[in-house]
């Protein structure tokens, strides 16, 4: 650690680390200077020259974005002059700026507007002709209204920084100057909507949110994202009962600022017209719909009788339902059911990095690794596109630590811009790299589902072998893959495996909670729990209403083994969270005892106690943190199957079934191929 | 060949070769002691040549007077990364018209001076830009060069001195924005030209992150002079502090407007009366402007007294600038002369920050309708108020630049201002303007 | 895109003229010395920059917008940019520019109906202790009168 910097700022001693700006300085001892272009983590601007103060010995306003801090330094951020200043920048700045306030959607959380109210700059001597430029929509989720632009580049720079798309530019000179998209009049990028939520003002603005409500009118809950494994914190943006907005603007959660178009848009698959509202029972070969208890009566009836009779049962779960709701089902197979025939579609060899990994502590590597690391590994994934948060911590790593990004995959990808070195083959291809990775200080090797079974132990073998400290992530597709290959969705020794249940012609019931596997071949009364009619909900003999990741609470746990809680935003008419299905079965079977009560906490509570590496700290998760698992020690028993194991290669605007019934994600032009 | 008649008070050292026959060549250069400075450069340590430049006193000619010897200084000679020699010869400040002289008379001068930059910081690469509107001097800059390179004065083992030095021009497009150093650097790498955060300064990160020099076309033609007759009889030319000559652009209301070379610390009203013929017309001076339109105007009884150098000027509360003098008489319109000059920074502001983006247009359509006999009263005062606003807040000069002649018209010339209001017309537009010459 | 062979050589020299993975720098000479030859930067021409120097699309438009020579529409053949700046302005700028309005019969940015001919008011073009200035395309003309405007106008009108 460097000796610290003394300096005063406001009368009070601060000390910070030589390198420092003054904003941050400030901003880590309670002292706010105001700034539109500063962006914590994008490059410098000084653009807005909102945040010049006052330091002895200069001889004019500085700006505290750029000056870091010095030994002695004496700083003033509020005198009579930085606030004449402050409050002429927003004169300045409100001369070309409409006053539409009232509906403008930043109304009530404008960057601008609270700086105006701050520096009581509300009068303005302005009474030329203002600039106008006529509103553009550059894509079914960008709007933008330059009049409003204030020119911080924070936009620019969070698409080409942050990003690494570089679909935003400036075009013309002065006072004409222009944010402009990459296609000329629309933008072709990932739509992720950064630009939006980072813009200070209301120029950027949302084609799903724009003139729906005020801020002020929504409660704001943060929850976890349902599509990709990445487990982004999405705060939703609730007004009766109504899913308004996805964003994190308070930049809480693992993932900061980021979201790509998945967790800011694509929760609006849960008011798709084609939700399912009430259960369905199979009359006359045809799917009708009943009530709840004539739908539960019949499966309990159905569960007992086969039970009793020592039928067999097939139970596939799913990737996106709680751990909870993943741990009661496992526990209701085995326990209740007595069957080792369970699983789910399984999309990355995590069981296998486990099993390798035994023996070890500490090598499993989470999203901030990725951050902070020296260096990083890339195997068989085209992570911009597929794991879109796993690549943003990397570009911010190179970007803020020059940290060694090394790709070994069979096509160009988005890290090859900046990787220090890009491979193109098949895993062993790592091989190649091996000196210059021996150098480095660190690693972390991150794969997709082309590495498994004995090539995950290669590789694990291989990383031992480098001699330096190595973690790892072993890539799966969804909310809570991870999840359910810990609370054990797996195969007993000696049970069926997912595509053998289907293949089965003599399961007496095929319980599917959650997921689309797709018609089963033979003829067993198959239970669906599902939110849609789909393939799989079609061929069912009872149908499910399930309620959705944003109408429950829980707990998910991401690609890296990181916990983080679900918080219920709406909740949907005729639906029940996959959990109260499971325990209202139960009770019609009389078999609730067996499993306790299906209280989303109760459950988490036995999964602590129970699941290995699950002993995780609770405070964490109730403050929205991430509690990452530990990594197992021991050899895992269960039979991993490896050859099972097929990630669906999800991009950035599918996501497996439900992907298909969010309006956004079918309506960004980059949807349509040719990416 | 364009050059006007030399006058007895000038001294020329820079302008020595302008008028003779084929002067921009490299034989008329070479009859001339021509490239002697380089080779004597060559046989100097790098050290001493960047010592006679500070005992020179040269200062940099493009407006900011920054002493270019300390400036050379500041390169890390022994950085591993290449460093380039980079030429600013995108003169755009309105009233300033020599850099184009210098480089259509005698461009192996500019070459020589930038060579001897080459061997003070170990730089092996210069870029000349060369404002866009400056097609013809490109032409003729890349006739030197070649003709430089085929008489191994640019090149490889250069006139055997084992030093190698390239060159090369490179054309602006347009924006006098790129005038300034560190937005130079960006268009010359093919950006906008927004100016950069400083520090750090281009001599340490400069051209493609590398160190670089960065000098006016001036301050480098000077370069030849000082090393071949030494930093000290360059330094006598001048004043304490300011040595040598400047190039000095008499525009606007003189009888003999054109480009002469006078000592530093030259009587400004010798300059107008005895170089530049007087007045137009036998007029009264009602205005001056010392060195380009980002100067602060003086009137006329600011001007006893005054001499041509940064001291004076700074003590009058102006500035020596590029050497672009304008001159307004008794019948010039300030207000108009104050719109005019907004109306340029407006156009040329690149946008970048918001003080400097904002306020010279505001203060552009203010000026306009005020100008326009549309004005109140308060308008006055919003003026300078405006002006005030952005002065010394703005990421670059520009902002400085824009306020500083407006806050200037607005203090001296009130009564003007005063005479515009309640739909009065511009009480200066009857008279008729001269033309002449 | 196809140009002249004098101006593929420039383009290569261009490229040549910067140290490696630079060749960015070559975009606004680039543009230009196109710019001179095709009459306009149009969107093919956009394209062709961006990929000869290895930028976007999108760059490269972020500086055609920013530098005021270069323009998206086509100009007369023969643009004659006449400057008002301080120092031409006191020598009779503004009625020259006012009479070459008059004369050519256009406006700021404008083109005669035969394409020959556009106008345009610029800023201080380097000229000021020869005021007032006009240039058409690249050349000065000095000391301007009404008159000469006419001749030299009348001229151009003549040029093939």
Redesign the interface.
């Given at each position: 650690m460097p000796d610290l910097v003394n300096l005063t700022i406001d009368g009070r001693a601060i000390q910070a680390a030589p390198g420092t700006l003054l904003i941050d300085a400030a901003k880590h001892s309670g002292i706010e200077v105001p700034a539109f272009c500063y962006y914590e983590g994008l490059t410098l601007q000084a653009a807005c020259r909102m945040c010049l103060v006052e330091i002895e010995k200069m001889p004019k306003l500085m700006t505290a974005c750029t000056q870091p801090v010095a030994e002695g330094m004496v700083v003033r951020t509020e005198t009579p002059q930085v606030a004449a200043a402050r409050k002429s920048m927003l004169e300045f700045l409100l001369a070309n700026h409409p006053l539409d306030c009232p509906v403008c959607d930043k109304g009530g959380e404008c960057e601008l507007q609270d700086m105006t109210f701050r520096y009581g700059a509300g009068e303005s001597r302005f009474t030329e002709m203002k600039v106008h430029v006529d509103e553009k929509q550059w894509s079914p989720v960008v709007f933008f209204d330059n009049p409003r632009c204030i020119l911080c580049y924070r936009c620019v720079r969070i698409c080409n920084e942050g990003m690494g798309v570089?679909?935003?530019?400036?075009?013309?000179?002065g006072v004409v100057s222009e944010i402009?998209?990459?296609m000329?009049d629309h933008l072709e990028c990932d739509e992720c909507g950064m630009c939006i939520d980072i813009c200070p003002v209301g120029a950027l603005t949302s084609g799903i949110y724009r003139y729906h409500t005020r801020p002020w009118e929504m409660q704001h809950v943060g929850t976890i994202c349902t599509h990709c494994s990445n487990g982004c914190k999405t705060t939703l943006g609730v007004r009766n009962d109504e899913i308004i907005r996805g964003n994190n603007r308070d930049r809480s959660g693992i993932n900061g600022e980021f979201l790509c178009i998945k967790g800011r848009y694509a929760f609006d698959f849960y008011n798709h017209p084609e939700r399912l509202t009430a259960p369905r029972m199979r009359v006359n070969g045809k799917l009708e719909e009943t009530s709840w208890s004539q739908a539960l009566a019949a499966v309990a009836a159905k569960f007992n009788e086969v039970r009793g009779s020592g039928g067999k049962f097939g139970v596939i779960g799913s990737n996106h339902t709680s751990n909870e709701e993943n741990y009661y089902l496992a526990k209701f197979a085995r326990k209740v059911l007595g069957t080792g025939n369970i699983d789910h579609h399984r999309t990355g060899d995590v069981h296998g990095l486990l099993d390798a990994l035994s023996g070890r502590t500490g090598k499993l590597a989470t999203t901030e690794d990725l951050y902070q690391k020296k260096a990083v590994l890339v195997i068989g994934a085209d992570l911009a596109l597929e794991q879109p948060f796993l690549s943003f911590q990397m570009r911010a790593n190179y970007r803020h630590h020059q940290a060694h990004v090394y790709v070994v995959t069979d096509g160009p990808v988005r890290e090859d811009n900046y990787a220090a070195a890009s491979v193109r083959g098949t895993a062993d291809a790592v091989e190649a790299l091996r000196d210059r990775l021996k150098a480095e200080p660190e690693l972390v090797i991150v794969f997709g589902d082309a590495v498994k079974g004995d090539g995950v132990r290669r590789l694990v073998d291989f990383g031992e072998s480098l001699g330096i400290p190595v973690g790892y992530i072993c890539l799966v597709d969804y909310a809570n893959s991870r999840g359910a290959v810990d609370m054990g969705l797996l195969p007993d020794a000696g049970g069926l495996a997912l595509p053998e249940m289907l293949a089965a012609d003599d399961l007496d019931v095929l319980w599917v909670v959650g997921a689309n596997p797709g018609k089963p071949q033979g003829s067993p009364f198959t239970v669906v729990q599902e939110m849609f009619l789909t393939e799989t909900a079609q061929a069912a003999d009872v149908v499910f209403p399930a309620a959705s990741a944003y109408e429950k609470n829980g707990t998910v746990t991401n690609v890296c083994g990181e916990v983080q809680r679900l918080r219920k935003a709406v909740g949907a008419m005729g639906t029940k969270s996959d959990l109260e299905i499971m325990g209202l079965l139960a009770r019609e079977m009389g078999v609730a005892a067996e499993l306790g009560p299906w209280v989303p906490d109760t459950v988490f509570a036995e999964i602590r106690k129970t699941v290995r590496g699950y002993d995780i700290p609770l405070p964490v998760l109730e403050m929205g943190g991430a509690a990452q698992t530990a990594a197992l020690n021991g050899r895992v028993p269960l039979d991993g199957r490896p050859e099972l194991i097929r990630s669906a290669h999800d991009n950035l605007f599918t996501s497996g079934t439900l992907g298909r019934y969010s309006k956004v994600l079918n309506s960004v032009v980059e949807s349509h191929g040719n990416r | 060949m364009?050059y006007?008649e030399p006058h007895p008070l000038e001294t020329r050292v820079l302008s020595r070769r302008f008028g003779k026959p084929d002067s921009a060549s490299l034989a008329t250069y070479l009859a001339d002691d021509g490239y002697k400075a380089f080779e004597k450069a060559a046989a100097m340590k790098p050290e001493q040549i960047i010592e006679e430049m500070k005992i020179s006193n040269l200062r940099g000619r493009g407006g900011a007077g920054f002493p270019t010897g300390m400036k050379w200084s500041f390169v890390p000679r022994t950085s591993p990364k290449?460093k380039y020699i980079v030429v600013n010869a995108d003169?755009?400040?309105?009233?300033?018209?020599k850099?184009?002289l210098l480089m259509e008379n005698d461009p192996h001068q500019l070459i020589e001076g930038a060579l001897i930059a080459g061997l003070a910081v170990d730089a092996h690469?210069g870029?000349i830009y060369i404002?866009?509107?400056?097609?013809?001097l490109i032409e003729i800059t890349d006739k030197a060069i070649a003709e430089a390179y085929a008489a191994g004065y640019l090149g490889k083992n250069i006139r055997g001195t084992g030093f190698d030095f390239d060159l090369?021009t490179?054309?602006?497009?347009?924006?006098?924005e790129c005038g300034e150093e560190s937005a130079l650097l960006e268009?010359?790498?093919?950006?906008?030209?927004i100016p950069r955060i400083r520090p750090p300064f281009p001599a340490v990160v400069g051209a493609?992150q590398c160190p670089t020099v960065l000098n006016n076309v001036e301050t480098y033609c000077a370069v030849p002079a000082i090393i071949r007759d030494g930093g000290a009889a360059f330094a006598a030319l001048g004043v304490p502090k300011a040595g040598g000559t400047k190039l000095t652009?008499?525009?606007?209301?003189v009888n003999r407007?054109?480009?002469y070379e006078l000592k530093l610390g030259f009587p400004v009203k010798t300059m107008i009366e005895e170089v530049g013929g007087g007045i137009l017309g036998g007029r009264k001076l009602k205005a001056f402007?010392p060195g380009g339109?980002s100067c602060p105007v003086l009137t006329a009884s600011e001007v006893e007294g005054l001499t041509m150098d940064y001291d004076s000027m700074a003590k009058a509360k102006s500035m020596l600038g590029s050497g672009?003098v304008?001159?307004?008489h008794e019948d010039?319109c300030m207000v108009?002369?104050a719109l005019?000059?907004m109306r340029?920074y407006a156009?040329?502001s690149?946008g970048w920050c918001i003080p400097c983006r904002e306020g010279t247009t505001w203060i552009r359509k203010l000026l306009q309708r005020f100008h326009d006999g549309m004005g109140q009263r308060s308008d006055i005062a919003l003026i300078g108020d405006l002006a005030k606003n952005m002065l010394g807040r703005t990421f670059c000069p520009l902002g400085d630049a824009a306020a500083l002649p407006t806050i200037s018209i607005v203090e001296k010339f009130y009564h003007e201002f005063e005479d515009h209001l309640n739909g009065k017309p511009c009480p200066f537009e009857a008279a008729p303007?001269?033309?002449e010459? | 895109m196809t140009f002249s062979a004098e101006l593929e050589n420039r383009f290569a020299r261009l490229l040549n003229?910067?140290?490696p993975g630079?060749q960015?720098?070559?975009?606004?000479?680039m543009?230009?010395?196109a710019q001179d030859e095709i009459g306009s930067v149009t969107?093919e021409l956009i394209e062709e920059v961006a990929r000869r120097?290895g930028?976007?699309?999108?760059?490269v438009?972020?500086?055609?917008?920013?530098?005021?020579?270069?323009h998206k529409k086509p100009l007369g053949k023969y643009h004659v940019q006449v400057c008002?700046?301080?120092?031409c302005?006191?020598?009779?700028g503004?009625?020259l520019w006012e009479h070459a309005c008059r004369k050519i019969g256009v406006g700021h940015k404008q083109v005669t109906a035969d394409g020959r001919i556009s106008l345009e008011e610029v800023?201080?073009?380097?000229?000021?202790?020869?005021?007032?200035a006009v240039?058409v395309n690249?050349?000065?003309h000095?000391?301007v009168?009404p008159e000469k405007l006419d001749q030299l106008i009348d001229s151009l009108r003549k040029l093939q």
């Open positions: 570089g679909a935003l530019g400036v075009i013309n000179r402009a998209p990459n000329g | 364009l006007n290449p003169e755009s400040e309105p009233g300033t018209c850099d184009r690469a870029y404002r866009g509107e400056y097609r013809y090369y490179h054309t602006g497009a347009g924006a006098y268009s010359l790498e093919g950006k906008r030209g493609f652009c008499l525009t606007g209301h407007p054109g480009v402007i339109s672009g304008v001159i307004m010039t108009k002369a005019r000059i340029f156009h040329e690149c303007e001269l033309v010459a | 003229s910067y140290p630079r960015r720098s070559a975009v606004i000479p543009l230009l010395y969107p120097t930028v976007t699309p999108l760059q438009d972020e500086v055609v917008g920013y530098y005021s020579m270069l008002t700046n301080i120092s302005l006191l020598r009779g503004m009625e800023e201080c073009i380097g000229a000021c202790s020869w005021a007032p240039q690249y050349d000065f000095h000391f009168t």
